[in-house]
């Protein structure tokens, strides 16, 4: 199984920009689909955006054009770097990790989650 672990999170003001990091460990990076996932308090976990093992990319329209998604496989790694931040952008982001091998239904791999403020 994959292991995967966050960074990047903190506080940013409306306008700014971070990135964030989930290095992976103990299997083979790529082969997995990852994406970011985040969850305000009170709402339900969203897709953020996604790179398959193929480099394909897709993300959700209302980081489309701020955000990018991207993968290093020879560091095991994925980022997502967020520009012009909104104070809506706040949440819990996860990283997550699906293998091209999983089977239908499979839950796959999950940070622990590294929380993102945007706020004046």
């Known amino acids: 199984q994959v292991q995967l672990v966050e960074s990047g999170g903190g506080l940013a003001q409306p306008g700014g920009s971070l990135t964030l990091s989930c290095a992976a460990s103990g299997s083979i990076f790529s082969i997995y689909n990852m994406a970011w996932y985040r969850q305000a308090p009170g709402d339900q976990r969203e897709l953020v955006a996604r790179?398959?093992?193929?480099?394909?990319?897709n993300y959700a329209d209302s980081v489309k054009g701020r955000f990018t998604i991207s993968r290093d496989n020879a560091k095991n790694t994925v980022f997502l770097q967020m520009t012009s931040l909104k104070p809506e952008d706040t949440a819990v982001y996860y990283c997550?990790?699906?293998?091209?091998?999983?089977?239908?239904?499979?839950?796959?791999?999950w940070g622990q989650g590294t929380q993102v403020t945007v706020s004046s």
């Open positions: 790179i398959t093992t193929g480099d394909s990319t």
């Open positions: 997550h990790a699906l293998s091209d091998f999983a089977p239908p239904g499979a839950v796959g791999a």
